[in-house]
């Protein structure tokens, strides 16, 4: 009889055991649509022995809402944009950062390190940089005529333009055209630019973030907004698409990966993090999904058509009229309130 209990012991043992390394070998990814190639997921499945569950969301606004929810939703690595970096480090959702775990860290471009929203990095490293632009197809519109943010408000263009949905994105163009800063935390002059907006409507033929390459490329639609990357992977596909840096200014933000604070496989997670820096794989996801590498090891691993493309890295001239995104505090609400009421057409 105790040898029969000593072997059945042994057998729960080892099954716990190898449960718990089985759930050693896991890693949770939420990131945004579109933003991780299939082949560097594999990569590092095979390299690593670590499974990747991936899944995505559509805005910053999904993914703030689903860990405000579940502070325990169960994710290691994580994709918020620079603003929603500071929101979520404030409010103590996300995991500080174990340098020593994160020796890639060195390659990163130096310039794009220390922003206001996360002062050390101690939260955060840049995964993507890009900017906010118009996109307009020549085929239909000429370019030389559309130069402004403010051009979009012109009754030609009247149930023509492609928004996306995120707040940020479509305030921001409001406030740039009347003079405010892009990122305005004032609510006097948030409803100034929602008044702007709501003249802008009648000309909106959808708000979609998703869709918005899909749409350029098969000219469903062929004038709105649009992001510089899911713009330069258009573009390759439909060479009739020209992004255009608003004279009135525009807005350049920084994706990050971050780790929630209670990520069930922070090692996993650093480990992760680790392997996208490395310059080769960095250089990677930039050739693949075509927004600006913040790695400045991978610009030399990546062919000249890449690193000089304008839609990807505007030269200094044009950068002097950005403007970084940062968080609105308190009256980020007050932004999704009124773009709820824009996307209903109240």
Known sequence: MKNIRFILFFILCFIYNFSAFANDKVLNVYNWSNYMPDDVLAQFEKETGIHVNYSTYSGNDMLYAKLKADPNAG????VPSSYFVERM???????????????NMKYLNKSLMGKPFDPNNDYSVPYFWGSTGIVVNKLYFDPAKITRWSDLWKPEFYNQLLLTDDPHDVFSMALLVLGYPASDSNPKDIYQAYLKLKKLLPNVRLFNTDVAKVNYIDEDSTIGMGYSGDTYQAWKENPHLVYIYPQDGFVVWIDCLAIPKNAPHLKNAYIFINFLMRPDIAAKLGIELGYASPNAEALK???PDIRNNPIIYPDAKTLARAQFETEPGNTARLYEKYMEELKVGD
């Open 89 to 103: 480090r404030k409010q103590d959702i996300l995991q500080k950062f174990d340098k020593s775990q994160l020796p």
């Open 301 to 303: 691993f990546m062919p």
């Open 75 to 78: 994710y290691d690595v994580i």
